[in-house]
């Protein structure tokens, strides 16, 4: 079993940045690929970004696309998600996922660990 634990959430003024971190617990995450996932309320889970198992060929979404960076120190166990010039769409709980893959999907269903989620509010 593998268990997430993300941190770094927390309340930001829009243009502002957070960086979150997800560590990685129980086993080694090195041969998986992991993903963030945001979720705001009433909508439905969404992909944020994913990294393959080496650290290659980060994936982002359309919505975060030059604003957010992902990466992973596999020593370490850990991701990292770097948010940059944040905007109150941003708003969500913000979740950290691992695929017993080597390489991403950006469907939610396929990851086989979540983490509780950390809160990031963004405010105008």
């Known amino acids: 079993q593998v268990q997430l634990v993300e941190s770094g959430g927390g309340l930001v003024q829009a243009g502002g940045s957070l960086r979150l971190s997800c560590v990685a617990s129980g086993r080694t995450v090195s041969n998986y690929a992991m993903g963030w996932f945001r979720q705001a309320p009433g909508k439905e889970r969404e992909f944020v970004e994913a990294i393959n198992y080496n650290g290659a060929m980060p994936y982002y979404a359309n919505s975060v696309k030059g604003r957010f960076t992902i990466s992973r120190d596999n020593a370490k166990n850990t991701v990292w998600l770097q948010m940059n010039s944040l905007k109150p769409e941003d708003t969500a709980l913000y979740y950290c996922?691992?695929?017993?893959?080597?390489?991403?999907?950006?469907?939610?269903?396929?990851?086989?660990?979540w983490g509780q989620g950390t809160q990031v509010t963004v405010s105008s």
């Open positions: 996922a691992a695929r017993q893959r080597t390489y991403y999907s950006t469907d939610p269903n396929e990851y086989d660990y």
